[in-house]
């Protein structure tokens, strides 16, 4: 008896690894438990068991169902997995594009955005990245606006609330957070945490309080450009404003400067382009960005010396050029999100 039942457990698990689906499942567990089944009449064959033998063997009994048991719940699991898998068809990568919605491509600002500052990768320049919430320091204080200056005024830009906290951003007790209105916050922050020689290009979002219209939004790019390093000249200036933008508008391209001011430079300008290479999309001279000698006192809020370093900076609205390259005639295009628009900037 003994020998019998050990038999019908050894039996069941070298059966068990080719139960594979319920059918088999259902005819494997009748083999052993079913009306005819081995350990079934196994149990039927107590009552010839002599009286003194039979706490034994209802044990063994016993274990071979404990056992049984155990097998028939996990053959039960794994059919279960096995059905459910076939019900979900293959395995599913998440990952891979979808086959009913086109890639995504860069929005049109992103896309000028990125030609724009691949011009000056290649010439050396690498990309500094400052924050958007900042504080009255790095957007007025360290660029040599006073406070009576008109760009703090409440009206010119976004303020934030006193009592609001800024990972990244520390302030002094009296200072006010804001919006940045510029991209030359990141001259400030490149210079605070690095040594000259410094070249760099800063692209990102900034706002400022205006009523839209075809070329005001209140949410506006810009890319910043500086180079600090031993006597650098309005020559150095001049000659890569000229590189970038001929590689942007075309080889025939032209630039010239015209006196202008900014509080960070000395002396300041703004540059105007004429390309004839771009057709009727410029056919006048066109103002795209301020730009001079870095100020002194900019170096010194900054912790370079001015007498040892010298350098120039510049500053461009992506929108404007995105623009002129692309023909768009109203700055509010950009974001509305019309499909209409947008896939006209596909591939
Ligand atoms: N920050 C200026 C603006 O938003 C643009 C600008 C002018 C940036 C001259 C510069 C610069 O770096 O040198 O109007």
Not at 72 to 95: C, M, N, Q, W, Y
Request: charged share 25%; with cysteine.
């Amino acid at each position: 008896m003994e020998a019998k039942l050990k038999a019908i457990l050894a039996d069941a698990q070298t059966e068990a690894p080719n139960v594979t689906d319920r059918a088999s499942f259902e005819a494997f567990k009748a083999r052993f438990v079913g009306p005819r089944g081995s350990l079934t009449e196994a149990m039927k064959g107590m009552g010839a068991v002599p009286k003194e033998d039979k706490p034994a063997v209802g044990r063994l009994i016993n274990e071979a169902k404990t056992g049984l048991t155990a097998l028939f719940d996990e053959i039960h699991s794994k059919v279960e997995a096995a059905e459910l898998a076939d019900r979900l068809g293959p395995a599913i990568d998440p990952t891979l594009p979808t086959v009913d919605a086109p890639s995504g491509v860069l929005h049109p600002i992103a896309q000028v955005r990125e030609e724009l500052v691949e011009v000056f990768r290649r010439i050396g320049f690498n990309v500094a990245e400052g924050t958007e919430v900042e504080t009255e320091f790095y957007c007025f204080d360290a660029l040599n606006m006073p406070g009576d200056h008109p760009a703090r005024d409440m009206q010119d830009s976004y303020y934030l609330p006193a009592q609001a906290e800024f990972l990244n951003v520390s302030k002094k007790a009296d200072e006010r957070y804001l919006l940045r209105t510029h991209t030359s916050t990141v001259q400030v922050r490149t210079m605070l945490e690095n040594k000259p020689p410094i070249r760099i290009v800063a692209p990102g979002r900034c706002f400022r309080r205006d009523t839209p219209d075809a070329t005001h939004s209140a949410n506006f790019h810009q890319i910043e450009g500086l180079y600090v390093a031993e006597s650098v000249t309005l020559c150095d200036l001049k000659a890569t404003l000229d590189h970038f933008v001929k590689a942007v508008f075309g080889p025939k391209a032209r630039t010239r400067l015209r006196p202008s001011f900014f509080p960070f430079t000395e002396p300041s300008f703004e540059m105007d382009f004429f390309s004839p290479d771009l057709g009727k999309l410029s056919n006048r001279w066109l103002e795209i960005m301020g730009c001079g000698l870095v100020d002194p006192a900019v170096f010194e809020a900054c912790g370079i010396d001015p007498e040892r370093y010298s350098g120039f900076a510049f500053g461009m609205g992506i929108e404007r050029i995105a623009m002129i390259l692309q023909g768009v005639d109203d700055i509010r295009y950009y974001y509305q999100n019309d499909l209409r628009f947008l896939r006209q900037f596909i591939g």
